[in-house]
């Protein structure tokens, strides 16, 4: 496939899957033994339980979620995007520092996610984000002098 063609998958699957909440597609756009990488959790292995990692980690916990775009570079098989997220959680959030009651509030952050792809079909991820400022943004953590 083209780095083009990898590139559509990636918005796809943010605008489609993540943002609209479409998990029907996911086998359209994942490979059966794909791998996810996240700082949330450990490794998710294979398409079943990506499925049930989006839906308790995206899907159950917010109600709105609007992704943003703002870089993808591919090269080969591989693609990188720099993006943010705006959500509303629907109830409360773990984070690696705990749980926290934030239901009905809004959060945004930024990510650098990148994909590996396998006949044209995302088979890997890896997702860093600012979960510090996520718990800086919702107030459970505060700046220094604040």
């Not at 570079?73 to 773990?94: M, N, P, Q």
């Not at 006949?119 to 984000?129: F, L, N, Q, T, Y």
Request: proline fraction near 2%; charge should be negative.
């Amino acid at each position: 496939m083209s780095t083009t063609s990898n590139k559509d998958v990636v918005r796809r699957y943010f605008s489609e899957v993540v943002d609209k909440k479409n998990e029907a597609i996911l086998e359209q756009l994942w490979t059966q033994d794909c791998v996810v990488h996240r700082p949330d959790g450990p490794t998710i292995r294979g398409i079943e339980e990506f499925r049930v990692g989006l839906k308790e980690r995206v899907l159950d916990v917010y109600s709105e979620f609007v992704t943003t775009i703002h870089d993808l570079i591919a090269e080969g098989d591989f693609v990188a995007c720099r993006l943010s997220h705006r959500a509303v959680h629907r109830k409360d959030w773990t984070s690696r520092l705990g749980r926290h009651a934030v239901a009905g509030r809004a959060v945004s952050w930024s990510s650098n996610t990148n994909f590996r792809f396998h006949d044209g079909k995302i088979a890997e991820e890896w997702v860093e984000r600012d979960e510090l400022g996520m718990l800086i943004d919702l107030g459970i953590v505060a700046p220094a002098g604040k």
